[in-house]
């Protein structure tokens, strides 16, 4: 009885022992803000997905004000705050202070390097940005490879704006390939074809964001103009990339008729798109916001009324291939 | 609505019917019972009016022993009220637990004081006189009857003799008291045939009276007759003893349902009728699917009416799918949809892979291994051949790190370090392991004395041959269940105390010590909890916590396996806390996880809520698969997913990759959770306004509105913490 190895079973390495990495290590640096597992909403079944750090575009709705800017940035909130003071000893420079009894954050001495963070327990303080190895993300995107194969799910460059860190993009989208792992850059692409045209042979599914079709109004809300975007649209297409097309919807900004409409027929000359997807914008709380020290942008953009973006999925789904 | 102002009444109406009804006897329970950390069991109370009390045969009060369990039993259904519902298909409905009916359990005179140090020491459910728990062989009863189990019953009786007298005499008693429960039935049924005026429901009522005039005697013919036979079994064996356990239910049935298909008896909208109500009498434990003992898939059109049934309940319902690689993928897709639509928590996916392989370094073949179907909360049984006391012996691990941590800090002349702590957790562990072992030894040798098992030995193959009782060699494998629990509170415990205090020296072990002993309360306690707390832990894939979770299930594996009980019993590990991750809290002072004095202690195999901020299942799927003891005990996953996981074929399609992957690991039992974090935040403020609110508590399903106070936060604690983090 019991002669059998009680572990034969177990998962595919022991986990007691460590896993040498085999390959050179892809040492390309990049900022990121995270990584997710088990997410479900970024391309086609199970994926992680690596949220890089900065972006060109300024949305006036922002939801994730911490994928912004490219450098690390600490997080300050204050309401999970205990006191402690453990930060404005491990400051090098002082941006913590106590005055009367309560902890104040000079923004304008913080240069981000993360000392104090560490030892915030209570999480007040979390730096955002995080600079690694291509390689390194890599290894933690393959940890639920048996899921994308059981799944037909893989691995999704967001931001932030991927494109911003082309080189690291590319070092981990070759790396992914590599190891024969689907993958899904999630951009704006609203730069220059000569970024995206080394991708094209290391990206299975692009899905880019159209967030406006009039040119004015793209500038007016998101700061540049969407040339670029509709631009590199029409190349993907003749390079034969499938690509899914989607619009973050705001109410009053872009969730007329007839703005979905202009969307839905300029997409019409399109071969590659597999789907054009809305999504309902969701607003947050100011709390992320006051963490940076932003400003929480203006309450009035809301989610569309649920029969509106009803009617508007119903434009969305005329989009068809010609 | 009345049944009587209703003519032509389709099945859904029926069922929506026999729906409000148990919804408003669940209510009634909170009523008149108050809170139920536990399952729904579909027990109804008896009139307001109605009271039974058991006769004790000791002077404590309690009742034991063959004589008192089998007189107290068919008193009770004697007087028991009969049910009779004319939209119902199947009569009866049972109202009394016997076994929750008597006080104290255990007959003071088999003493087994000389274990209870130890016992409290290392807050250990010693399962001493716990009931049932074992799977019975409902095939048995469905090929005799009534009538057939009192004439096997007779002629043994005959084989043996007058020191068995006792034993057979109970066991006959038991079934006349059986049948003259479905007699009055009848009558019942009669009763009611006579002053309806339905047409549709007379004819019903008519039927309903021949199925069970027939079943009194004879073994059931038609699939309304066993489905009415497996009601009567499910009711009398609660009764008795809160027995859950069922069987493959499926297999069991599809003869019944083939023939009656074949001569156009049935139809499938009648089948899904017919099993709603048989699954609405009782919330017992059905596999469905999975392999024959030969390995062949057993999935047929009726597993998939089995879970259409419960799909069309939507109440209460406890089916597990077993997942093996032959599985009609089918039927798992389909499981994986109601799941997500129902919200139900049902059903459950077991790993075939893990189980068999792992049954079988017992020493047994493969196809008794398959055999080993799942029947309880988080247990598997191989029907009427095996006794096993699964879920009810378990060793609090948070318990035994706590002895050992204090030993250690105590003992004078010792420098404390890791090491050092591992090495005192491993000498109590087997010292809780050995204890736990005697007190198996201890039940086996002395519970046919406390409460023979007279309604589950006639499902066994040898007690009523042997004329003895299925605890005590009445049947042929024993394979005795130890479950750990708390592992998350154990593991994250090792890990924040190596990684604060050895690897970043940023507090040391005198000064950990002091606030365990306080509670983390006093200066500086509450960083220093936050501090313990935010370490490396169990659950986040690679970490500390992972590396001593699976450290940790293997030193309870290698101990429990080391050797047999003294008695000479084979023992299986596993982890599971059932409900008592509550009462198992409050043994244990502040811990090194940052974890409170007196909190509830971590669930079964899982890590503690809110174990990665992103909640990731797929994190926590392959944390559970890497600590699983491997020797064919369950050590489940219980998962909470938002409802933002998705609909349609995505996010069937994810699931289904999340449980294949799981069981491709190595992974045992498969509970899933979909629950709107919001709508469990509103129903615990307001509990009354969400009276079908059912979730998975663990093993089990309940109406959160029934759930103690505590309970609901427990769940709470888990679903929001966990629930809500999908991307
Ligand atoms: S370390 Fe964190 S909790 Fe302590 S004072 Fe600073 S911000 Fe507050
Ligand atoms: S991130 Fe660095 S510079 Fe900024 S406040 Fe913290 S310790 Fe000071």
């Not at chain 2, 191989?382 to 948070?398: F, L």
């Not at chain 2, 592992?487 to 690897?503: G, N, P, V, Y």
Request: glycine residues 8%.
């Amino acid at each position: 009885m019991q002669t059998a190895d009680p572990n034969a079973n177990k998962a595919r390495h022991d986990p007691l022992e460590k896993v040498p990495v085999a390959q050179e290590p892809e040492m390309t640096e990049g900022v990121i803000t995270h990584i997710q597992r088990f997410s479900v909403h970024d391309g086609p079944g199970i994926r992680t997905t690596v949220f890089l750090k900065g972006c060109q575009m300024r949305c006036a709705w922002c939801h994730n004000p911490e994928t912004l800017r490219r450098a690390a940035e600490l997080q300050v909130f204050a309401e999970l705050c205990i006191g402690c003071g453990a930060c404005v000893e491990r400051c090098r420079r002082q941006a913590h202070e106590v005055v009367d009894d309560s902890r104040v954050f000079h923004r304008d001495r913080c240069v981000g390097c993360g000392r104090c963070a560490q030892t915030c327990y209570a999480k007040a303080l979390v730096l955002v940005g995080e600079t690694r190895t291509a390689d390194e993300v890599a290894q933690e995107l393959f940890v639920d490879r048996e899921f994308y194969e059981s799944s037909g799910g893989g691995v999704t460059i967001s931001g932030g704006e991927p494109l911003m860190q082309p080189e690291f993009t590319r070092a981990i989208l070759a790396l992914c390939k590599r190891n024969g792992i689907h993958t899904a850059l999630e951009t704006n692409f609203a730069r220059e074809w000569s970024f995206i045209e080394p991708l094209l042979t290391l990206v299975d599914l692009f899905c880019v964001d159209i967030k406006l079709l009039d040119d004015v109004e793209h500038k007016k809300w998101t700061g540049i103009s969407n040339r670029q975007t509709l631009d590199n649209l029409r190349r993907l297409d003749t390079a034969r990339k499938p690509v899914i097309v989607r619009t973050p919807v705001i109410a009053g900004l872009n969730d007329r008729p007839e703005q979905i409409h202009a969307i839905v027929d300029w997409l019409g000359s399109l071969f590659n798109v597999i789907r054009y997807e809305l999504l309902p914008y969701h607003p947050l709380g100011a709390g992320k916001y006051l963490a940076l020290g932003h400003n929480q942008p203006p309450q009035w953009f809301k989610a569309p009324a649920p029969h509106i973006f009803e009617q508007l999925t119903q434009i969305a789904s005329l989009q068809r291939k010609p | 609505m009345t049944p009587e102002i209703l003519h032509t009444i389709s099945y859904e109406e029926r069922l929506g019917y026999l729906r409000a009804k148990k919804e408003a006897q669940t209510r009634e329970k909170l009523r008149r019972l108050g809170y139920m950390d536990e399952d729904d069991y579909g027990l109804v109370l008896p009139p307001e009016d109605f009271s039974w009390r058991p006769k004790p045969n000791h002077t404590n009060g309690s009742f034991y022993g063959i004589s008192g369990w089998s007189k107290n039993f068919c008193d009770l259904l004697e007087n028991h009220p009969v049910y009779v519902d004319p939209m119902d298909a199947l009569a009866g409905r049972y109202m009394f637990l016997l076994n929750r009916m008597r006080s104290p359990v255990w007959p003071p005179e088999l003493d087994y004081s000389h274990l209870k140090p130890e016992q409290e020491q290392y807050g250990i459910i010693h399962g001493i006189g716990n009931d049932q728990h074992l799977a019975p062989d409902l095939a048995i009863g469905l090929s005799l009857g009534w009538g057939g189990l009192l004439e096997k019953v007779r002629h043994c009786r005959n084989q043996h003799g007058p020191d068995k007298e006792e034993f057979f005499q109970a066991e006959e008693d038991t079934i006349l008291a059986i049948q003259n429960w479905i007699r009055r039935t009848v009558n019942a049924i009669e009763e009611a045939e006579a002053t309806e005026t339905d047409p549709m429901l007379c004819e019903n009522l008519r039927e309903m009276a021949q199925v069970n005039r027939w079943l009194i005697e004879g073994a059931p013919r038609t699939f309304r007759e066993a489905c009415q036979w497996l009601a009567w079994f499910s009711m009398a064996s609660r009764t008795y003893n809160r027995d859950g356990a069922g069987g493959q239910l499926d297999e069991l049935l599809r003869p019944y349902y083939e023939r009656d298909l074949r001569d156009g008896r049935i139809d499938d909208e009648t089948t899904v009728f017919i099993l709603a109500c048989l699954l609405l009498i009782d919330t017992r434990y059905y596999q469905i699917g999975g392999p024959d003992a030969e390995g062949s898939d057993q999935t047929s059109r009726l597993s998939f009416l089995i879970l259409e049934a419960a799909h069309r309940l939507k109440t209460t319902c406890n089916l597990t799918i077993r997942v093996h690689d032959g599985l009609d993928p089918e039927l798992m897709r389909k499981g994986v949809e109601y799941l997500l639509e129902d919200r139900k928590a049902c059903p459950r996916f077991s790993g075939d892979k893990a189980l068999v392989e792992g049954f079988m370094r017992n020493g047994y073949s493969a196809a008794i291994a398959r055999r080993r179907i799942a029947v309880g909360c988080n247990w598997m049984g191989v029907p009427g051949v095996e006794y096993t006391m699964n879920d009810t012996v378990k060793i609090n691990v948070a318990k035994v790190f706590e002895v050992a941590f204090e030993e250690m800090m105590e003992t004078t002349g010792v420098s404390p370090n890791i090491d050092e702590l591992w090495r005192r957790f491993e000498d109590h562990l087997r010292k809780a392991v050995l204890c736990t072992a005697r007190g198996i030894d201890f039940h086996l040798d002395h519970q046919h004395l406390n409460e023979p098992e007279l309604v589950l030995n006639l499902f066994c193959h040898g007690p009523i041959e042997r004329g003895l009782n299925v605890t005590n060699g009445g049947v042929d494998m024993y394979n005795m269940c130890i479950d750990g629990a708390g592992l998350a509170t154990a593991a994250d415990s090792f890990a924040a105390l190596e990684q604060r205090i050895e690897k970043e020296q940023v507090i040391t072990w005198r000064q950990i010590a002091e606030h365990l002993r306080n509670n983390y309360e006093g200066p500086d306690g509450r960083r220093v909890r936050l501090m313990m707390n935010t370490a490396e832990h169990y659950g986040q894939g690679d970490s500390l916590g992972d590396l001593w979770a699976v450290k940790i299930s293997r030193l309870l594996t290698s101990l429990v396996k080391a050797s047999p009980t003294p008695g000479g019993r084979n023992m299986i590990p596993g982890w599971f806390s059932w409900a008592n991750t509550l009462a198992l809290g409050k043994q244990v002072g502040a811990t090194p996880d940052g974890r409170l004095a007196a909190e509830p202690i971590s669930h079964g195999a899982n890590p503690r809520p809110g174990f990665r901020e992103d909640g990731a299942a797929t994190a926590m799927v392959k944390a559970i698969a890497a600590i699983q003891p491997g020797y064919g005990n369950t050590a489940p996953i219980q998962l909470e997913l938002d409802p933002g996981v998705g609909k349609g074929e995505e996010a069937v399609n994810n699931i289904c990759s999340l449980i294949k992957t799981h069981v491709d690991l190595g992974g045992t039992l498969f509970n899933i959770n979909i629950v709107d974090a919001q709508q469990v935040l509103a129903a615990h403020r307001d509990p009354s306004k969400f009276p079908n609110l059912v979730v998975r508590v663990t093993g089990f399903t309940a109406y959160f509105a029934n759930l103690s106070p505590d309970f609901r936060q427990l769940i709470v604690d888990r679903i929001v913490r966990e629930g809500n983090a999908v991307a």
